[in-house]
T-cell receptor, first 111, second 114 residues
Framework: DAKTTQPPSMDCAEGRAANLPCNHS???????VYWYRQIHSQGPQYIIH???NNETNEMASLIITEDRKSSTLILPHATLRDTAVYYCIVLIYNQGGKLIFGQGTELSVKP | DAGVIQSPRHEVTEMGQEVTLRCKPI?????LFWYRQTMMRGLELLIY????????DSGMPEDRFSAKMPNASFSTLKIQPSEPRDSAVYFCASNKQGIQETQYFGPGTRLLVL
């Protein structure tokens, strides 16, 4: 599975949009981009995933560049409860790819 | 739905003792995963089951670790004998479709081996 690169930490003001980048320059055509987050002392939580089109759900939006070498997770109106470690993962769908969690980005939402 | 249930939530034991961690997946989920999280190594997949059968145990660190799933609603992860380096948070997760689909994680078991 392709490796991902994320900044180790980011800050965001409460109520503002949080934009979390992820580089996956070696991604192959059949690999999806997944985002999970882990709030302190809890298990990881699925956020969103996509292949090449931008995706949006009730939690976030996922913007994938046209060459698919990078993506951005957007939390449109960050709250204090969004403070967590965010993991970007790429893997092949339906072919036994493992969820490999890197170090992620520690997002701190500040009042 | 109660979500994935793990027990105990915290476990403190002495080196050499046997430790058993328990997991109840979400009803109707065919896949169950065991993960370990440490500061040094992050979150690692240890083993996963499909319909109670172990599919991939390549992440199990050594023979001291074993996992079973006697039925669709219960799984155990056993460490015997335990060592201080086994201290970690152990998560159980489940889903319907397999390893690529959304996984639902339990609250974890914090294990401390003295």
């Amino acid at each position: 599975d392709a490796k991902t690169t994320q900044p180790p930490s980011m800050d965001c003001a409460e109520g503002r949009a949080a934009n979390l980048p992820c580089n996956h320059s070696t991604i192959s055509g059949n690999e999806y981009v997944y985002w999970y987050r882990q709030i302190h002392s809890q298990g990881p939580q699925y956020i969103i995933h996509g292949l090449k089109n931008n995706e949006t759900n009730e939690m976030a939006s996922l913007i994938i560049t046209e060459d698919r070498k990078s993506s951005t997770l957007i939390l449109p109106h960050a709250t204090l409860r969004d403070t967590a470690v965010y993991y970007c993962i790429v893997l092949i769908y339906n072919q036994g790819g493992k969820l490999i969690f890197g170090q992620g980005t520690e997002l701190s939402v500040k009042p | 739905d109660a979500g994935v249930i793990q027990s105990p939530r915290h476990e403190v034991t002495e080196m050499g003792q046997e430790v058993t961690l328990r997991c109840k997946p979400i009803s109707g989920h065919d896949y169950l995963f065991w993960y370990r999280q440490t500061m040094m190594r992050g979150l690692e997949l240890l083993i996963y089951f499909n319909n109670n059968v172990p599919i991939d145990d390549s992440g199990m660190p050594e023979d001291r670790f074993s996992a079973k799933m006697p039925n669709a609603s219960f799984s155990t992860l056993k460490i015997q004998p335990s060592e201080p380096r086994d201290s970690a948070v152990y998560f159980c997760a489940s889903n319907k479709q397999g390893i690529q689909e959304t996984q639902y994680f339990g609250p974890g078991t914090r294990l401390l081996v003295l």
